[in-house]
């Protein structure tokens, strides 16, 4: 996939796995910084399928910009629902510059130097929008089964290659493993829609509009791939969404069963 285009669309995500990996991840706040703009540093609601794939990358020992096939469309599953409530607060803070100009190397005449912002420069006061007590439960299978395998060991014995956050490296995040399970075609009766716990791909296409429950539209980076400067998105995704953590009916969707939940994966 070369052009960026909405995930959400492609027939990749009719397919489905047999079995996956289930897992809450959490912690005292969160920060996924959306695309958009940068005088305020908005967060998006949920957290982005490649946040999800760079956080389990990193519980694998997997560096930076060598994940992305792992996790890219033809290969993985991945759904993603909101665990507790969505809110958020803003909250100032002030940060040294990280652009190349001013930063400084530490240990510059030695054989290993790293570059690290200037302690002397002065600080720079951004407003952040950072999302609190966030928890999101995932469910996530791999085509690589070595891999596949490895996440299992690696959740099922509590440990991480890397220290998992939830987007920024302060906010630590902490995972709750729930086991494997079998992924099995949900019914979808004719009248009256299913209950979905994930989020649902696609928007409000297949939503069933209910006062009772708050529905809302968020869209965030779902593919990356590598190139000559690093990383870059390849698609976007669309998702509906229950700000207060509840199920969403949908009249139409390729949902599976997990355990006793049902989800949508991308």
Avoid at 12 to 28: F, Q
Avoid at 114 to 130: A, S
Avoid at 167 to 175: D, F, Q, R
């Amino acid at each position: 996939m070369s052009a960026t285009s909405d995930a959400s669309s492609s027939d990749e995500s009719e397919a489905r796995p047999e079995r996956c990996l289930s897992l809450t991840v959490s912690g005292p706040w969160g920060h996924f910084r959306r695309v958009e703009g940068n005088v305020v540093k908005q967060t998006y609601r949920i957290v982005p399928r490649t946040t999800v794939a760079g956080l389990l990358a990193a519980i694998l020992g997997i560096g930076r910009d060598e994940y992305y096939d792992l996790f890219g469309p033809d290969s993985s599953w991945i759904a993603i629902e909101p665990a507790q409530e969505l809110r958020t607060v803003n909250m100032p803070m002030n940060t040294l510059s990280t652009a190349e100009g001013d930063l400084t190397s530490l240990n510059a005449h030695g054989k290993i130097s790293i570059k690290l912002p200037n302690p002397e420069k002065p600080r720079q006061q951004h407003n952040y929008e950072v999302l609190v007590e966030p928890a999101y439960r995932i469910d996530v299978a791999l085509a690589d089964r070595e891999r596949y395998e490895q996440l299992r060991e690696m959740l099922a014995t509590g440990k991480s290659y890397y220290v998992p956050s939830l987007g920024l490296s302060e906010h630590l995040a902490e995972i709750d493993y729930h086991g494997e399970f079998d992924v099995k075609t949900a019914n979808v009766p004719d009248e009256g829609g299913i209950d979905v716990d994930s989020t649902v791909p696609g928007g409000f296409e297949d939503v069933i509009m209910d006062t009772e429950r708050r529905c809302q539209v968020e869209e965030s980076p779902a593919y990356m791939e590598r190139n000559e400067s690093g990383r870059k998105t390849t698609a976007f995704a669309t998702y509906a969404f229950n700000p207060d953590s509840g199920p969403l009916a949908v009249t139409d969707a390729t949902a599976s069963t997990v355990g006793d939940r049902t989800v949508v994966f991308l």
